[in-house]
């Protein structure tokens, strides 16, 4: 994405292997998106996520296999939100949404222990999920209280994540923890 301005105070994650390529932006914002991916509904699950959850992403992305340009983008998606997380945010979000007959819950932990309970009508979707939280380091859990259409259960399912992710992100000024802030260093041994 030659010619765009960094967004402020934002964060960029690259991803290159020999399958797929992605470059995504990342800021707290308004939730505006720029996406492509060559996947039409994952723009469109992207661009709700960012719009729900109050973060600006400007996204590319290029691959051989839908597969693995959806992991990949799971992947650089999930670490890019890790990226901006500030330290005393509220960690914690919990949102159900409500898609013509689809109805689908989404609990979250920003607290860095990466951990997926799903499942979503999805394989591939479903993965997105599980890659997404591995990589922002999540506990994310998904449910699925009704709906037969996959549309709207997949659509539900980030929008309700998108949500959840703006209130887990709510600056508290205080760490929520009971261990305090966690640090964790990684040195060169001599």
């Not at 964060?11 to 492509?36: D, Y």
């Not at 039409?40 to 340009?69: E, K, N, Q």
Request: glycine share 8%; charged share 20%; net charge negative.
């Amino acid at each position: 994405m030659t010619g765009v301005s960094p967004m402020k105070n934002g964060r960029i994650v690259v991803r290159e292997t020999t399958e797929t390529t992605i470059r995504c932006e990342i800021a707290r914002g308004t939730g505006v998106a720029t996406v492509s991916t060559t996947m039409p509904f994952l723009d469109h699950m992207l661009v709700a996520f960012a719009r729900y959850s109050g973060l600006d992403l400007s996204l590319s992305a290029t691959g051989d296999l839908p597969h693995h340009l959806l992991e990949d983008v799971a992947i650089v998606v999930g670490a890019a939100v890790a990226s901006v997380l500030p330290a005393t945010a509220a960690r914690y979000g919990d949102r159900t949404i409500p898609m013509d007959d689809a109805l689908v819950h989404c609990a979250l932990d920003l607290g860095g222990r990466p951990f997926y309970e799903g499942p979503l009508p999805s394989t591939l979707y479903d993965h997105w999920m599980r890659s997404f939280s591995d990589n922002a380091k999540a506990t994310l859990h998904i449910r699925v209280l009704r709906g037969t259409d996959r549309h709207h259960i997949v659509e539900a399912a980030f929008k309700a994540l998108g949500l959840a992710v703006r209130d887990a992100f709510v600056d508290t000024g205080a760490v929520f923890s009971t261990k305090g802030g966690v640090a964790l260093r990684v040195e060169e041994s001599r």
